[in-house]
């Protein structure tokens, strides 16, 4: 038949074909998938039969009292990352999910849904159930997001610290502690929370900015003068004070030393006209005298100076009570930073003061009660509370006894409850603590086996252990692990040995910590102490030593998991949370970390930098950006993988922006690497790798660069993964995708996918190039954008030995495929490629040509080396050569001509010239082909095909 007609060969062309839609309408198929790899076990299969050897993420515990926020999706997703990489590479990954359920905050949610009548009935017993329900039902819908994140792991068996094998193997460790004598009850200050009517540890701690504090000067009068002052300083006796500055002036009144640095020169100065306070002379560091006589608005002479170690023993007299003390050598705190150089000292409100105290053998004086308020042993100030009307009071208290030099606001960081946002204050209570002394140096010798990244969070954490005091591990609460302690009712002293935890233990690994608050003395103590006189302690341990646990309870207690993890993962703020307690636990009890390597991550900001919160407005929801919002025009539903795709965009070591821009780019990234691969797996259609596929030697330059282009490419992505630098995965795909395959390979491929006949080898070449690109394309992002992975899987238009993407393992690569100087030649091809382009676009722009097949590239090369390289890819024939490697198909142009002289290129109308190179462009010779849309001076020559060029002619007979 001769078809004369137009558009008469449009169906001899080799279209793509795939049911793999362009849109990923995630919001169905995600779950679809998820399902599949339930029903098909996938993760269970590979975690318990890959090969390789185990790798244990261990999974720090969220906490069970609300919904996840994108913090969470962040970390979770990291997890699932690395697992994901591992499990590919086969390794025997194991990942079990975990939550911390004890504590204030669900207690805290628990009581405020309950009316006061019902709170006033409440026993320990029935706020403990309450809370045991609120955790459990919240662990089930953190649950059910995490997984549709897309998040592996042993979903049926998470950890759970309300559980009693956990909280057994919790007391275990305190047991452990104890024997080695690392756990004592002291009379200590620490941090209170009157809020919450609790002591708390440095990690439930924070430091909002904006804190103002009512500071103060004062002055208490010197009574007598240590031995070597007597002389010297005996003339201003009577009218001397002694100088300090507080930012607490409610501490006042526990007030039992003053401080000085035995190294600082101080000086008696004679205080000027219009002087504050009732002294003529006050004893301050003598760098701060200029500073403190602009503060207290008067003249500060010197009188006389004297170094700080001759003035311990001077004793002065408490301007509110009728109290003499001394003056006594503090620690390096006291400096001339701030303040009068000299330190007013309470041992039962602070730790520094606590020391001193110690070593000179002060009281631990503390008249302030759970909610805050001055006790009795405050005299005047009973009743009123410290943070309000005691702070005032006593402040007017020195101020009528001319003690006052001045008030002034001081804004500073203070420690706030961090479940309550209210101050705290350091309060001396009788507390149980971990003596972190007892093993400092080996925790620090730890902290330096162990693999941090990024570096920095080893100098944090090493700061932090190094200069931490001992962890105050006991709450006064009911939601939690009863501290296994009885007490004497006759002598008060504790009971606490091998025997009565082992007993203890024993119970709760069989009946939970609810059993001691439901069993009697007689059956939670050994037989051995019946008869005498016991009550229980009420304390519960600190969640911190809970989570800190999670080695013990966890990671060594479960036999398909290993001590130490290979990794812990969490935010940066866990340097001083649960990787230190983990840490401090680990090496008291085993003497080493429990964790190989620690990864830490910033915090979720919004796109202007700002941290999220609900009053700006500014909250990204994981479950919004997955489904969608109540308005899908303003918050379309992206999928999990969009929001895998953004975790893996930004460089976690810092704070992490996100917001309705940049998911917007990360859909358009995502949409360039599913059409990437739709493109690919619709031009397999008719490709089965058995029958089809061409071996190397046998293939073109052009394929046997992409070949060496994608060891680099994907070693590149290798790497990111084992560095866990996942921005550098995110920017080596999308780069492959858009500038590799689209903008390159398969731009060049389509007059070879298309045009060929079905089984030309100039066809099989390239479809043997895009299932290579296809397969390990799935494979590397599979880590990340899971479900676009086990998508294009699902749909390969030939069979594998493989179910899953999962299954198949990680990229293989031949070693054949790496050619480095057949590489240079075509980045270079690839660089004239792009300028020849420059051209052609100012040609397409002026409308004289529309596609780049209606030109003639004229091409001036001055290295004769690369001429000669361009002519053997020019020939004259388009039916001989291997009909792949040819200029023409580089530059898309229906022909290329090479000029010896770049005057040649005059005629041409677009040109772009160096002394290099030079590039025209022409209209094409001959007519257009009906089929291939190629111009060729050949079109017309075949009397039973006259619409087609020399190419096509064949191609329709199954010869091209």
């Known amino acids: 038949m001769t078809a004369t007609e137009p558009g008469s060969y449009k169906n001899s062309v080799n279209l793509p074909q795939t049911k793999f839609d362009m849109r990923a309408n995630a919001v169905k198929r995600e779950p679809e998938l998820q399902k599949f790899w339930a029903e098909q076990q996938i993760y269970e299969h590979l975690s318990q039969e890959n090969p390789g050897e185990l790798f244990i993420l261990h999974d720090g515990p969220p906490y069970a009292n609300g919904a996840l926020h994108i913090g969470h999706a962040l970390n979770k997703i990291l997890k699932d990352t690395i697992n994901k990489y591992q499990l590919l590479k086969g390794r025997k990954v194991r990942f079990v999910p975990g939550w911390d359920c004890h504590g204030l905050p669900i207690e805290l949610k628990v009581l405020q849904t309950l009316k006061p009548e019902e709170r006033r009935q409440l026993t320990p017993l029935t706020l403990r159930q309450k809370a045991r329900d609120f955790a459990i039902d919240t662990v089930a819908q953190q649950a059910t997001s995490f997984k549709r994140y897309g998040v592996w792991g042993d979903w049926d068996h998470p950890y759970l610290t309300l559980k009693p094998e956990y909280e057994a193997a919790q007391i275990a460790v305190f047991g452990q502690m104890v024997l080695k004598g690392y756990i004592y009850r002291g009379l200590k200050p620490v941090h209170w929370s009157p809020s919450s009517k609790t002591a708390l540890a440095e990690a439930e701690l924070e430091y909002p900015e904006g804190h103002t504090s009512r500071s103060l000067y004062a002055a208490f009068e010197v009574l007598n003068l240590s031995k070597d002052l007597q002389m010297p300083l005996d003339p201003f006796l009577g009218e001397l004070g002694v100088a300090i500055w507080t930012t607490t002036p409610w501490t006042i009144p526990a007030n039992l030393a003053v401080s000085v640095n035995p190294e600082l020169v101080y000086a008696v100065v004679e205080v000027g006209e219009n002087a504050p306070g009732r002294f003529k002379y006050l004893i301050v560091a003598k760098d701060l005298v200029d500073r403190l006589s602009e503060v207290l608005g008067t003249t500060l002479e010197i009188k006389a100076t004297m170094m700080g170690r001759l003035l311990e023993h001077c004793t002065y007299r408490h301007p509110l009570y009728d109290r ?112 972190v002394e007892g093993f400092r140096d080996d925790a620090l010798k730890a902290i330096a086996e162990v693999n941090w990244i990024p570096a920095q969070g080893e100098n944090r954490i090493t700061s932090m252990v190094a200069e931490r005091s001992d962890w105050c591990i006991s709450r006064q609460r009911s939601w939690g692990v009863p501290i296994p302690v009885f007490y004497d009712e006759e002598t008060g002293e504790p009971l606490l040995n091998e025997e009565t935890i082992a007993h203890v233990q024993a119970i709760v690994a069989e009946k939970g910590s609810d059993a001691w608050w439901e069993l009697s003395i007689e059956e939670l103590l050994p037989q051995k102490y019946h008869g005498k006189n016991y009550r229980k302690g009420t304390d519960t341990m600190d969640v911190w030593f809970d989570s800190g646990s999670s080695w013990a309870a966890v990671v060594e207690q479960r036999p398909e998991l290993r001590y130490p993890a290979d990794m812990y993962l969490e935010g940066s703020d866990q340097h001083r949370g649960w990787f230190q307690s983990s840490l401090l636990t680990s090496v008291a009890t085993q003497g080493q970390a429990p964790y190989k390597t620690v990864l830490t991550h910033g915090f979720t900001l919004d796109e202007q930098g700002r941290k999220q919160s609900k009053s700006l407005g500014n909250v990204v929801d994981p479950m919004v950006v997955i489904e969608g919002g109540k308005n899908q025009q303003q918050e379309p539903p992206y999928g999990a993988d969009i929001l895998r795709l953004w975790v893996s965009s930004v460089d976690y070591t810092n704070d992490v922006p996100i917001g309705k821009n940049i998911l917007k780019q990360m859909s358009d990234v995502y949409r360039k690497i599913r059409n990437t691969a739709r493109f690919l797996l619709g031009n397999l259609h008719d490709f089965d790798p058995e029958k089809d596929a061409v071996a190397y030697e046998k293939l073109p330059e052009l394929d046997r660069y992409m070949l060496h282009r994608m060891t680099e490419v994907f070693d590149e992505i290798q790497d990111s993964f084992e560095t866990y630098q996942f921005f550098r995965f995110f920017q080596t795909v999308q780069n492959f995708c858009a500038v590799d395959l689209s903008n390159f390979y398969l731009d060049i491929a389509k007059d070879r996918l298309y045009i060929s006949s079905l089984n030309a080898e100039r066809r099989r070449s390239c479809q043997t190039v895009l299932a290579i690109a296809l397969e390990n394309l799935a494979k590397v992002i599979a880590p990340v954008l899971s479900h676009m992975a086990e998508d294009i899987w699902q749909y390969l238009p030939y069979k594998t030995s493989y179910k899953s993407v999962f299954e198949s393992g990680w990229i293989k690569l031949e070693e054949q495929w790496r ?107 001959g007519q257009k082909c009906d089929r291939c849309w190629n111009y060729s001076t050949h079109v017309g020559e075949s009397k039973e095909h006259p619409l087609l060029c020399e190419r096509c002619v064949p191609a329709i007979e199954d010869q091209f």
């Open 819 to 925: 050619n480095p100087e057949l590489a240079e030649r075509w980045e270079q091809l690839r660089e004239l490629r792009a300028e020849a382009n420059k051209v052609l676009e100012q040609a397409r722009t002026a409308k004289a040509i529309g596609s780049s097949l209606e030109a003639k590239l004229l091409l001036f090369v001055a290295d004769s080396n690369l001429r000669s390289q361009l002519q053997a890819f020019n020939p004259s024939d388009s039916l001989s050569g291997n009909r792949v490697d040819e200029l023409r198909y580089l530059f898309i142009t229906s022909q290329v001509e090479l000029v010896d002289l770049s005057d040649r290129l005059t005629d041409a109308k677009y040109t772009s010239q160096t002394e290099a190179l030079g590039i025209g462009v022409a209209n094409a010779d």
């Open 324 to 435: 003499t003390s001394e003056i006594v050598i503090g620690g390096d705190y006291v400096t001339t930073e701030s303040g009068t150089g000299l330190v007013h000292t309470a041992p039962g409100h602070g730790q520094d003061d606590y020391q001193v105290g110690q070593r000179y053998g002060l009281p631990i004086l503390s008249p302030v009660d759970d909610n805050g308020d001055f006790t009795e042993e405050a005299g005047q100030f009973q009743g009123l509370n410290v943070l309000g009307d005691g702070n005032t009071a006593v402040i007017e208290a020195l101020q009528e006894a001319q003690s006052l030099l001045k008030e002034e606001p001081y804004q500073h960081k203070y420690p706030y409850d961090w479940r309550t946002k209210k101050p705290t204050i350091f309060r001396a209570t009788e507390q149980w603590f971990a003596s």
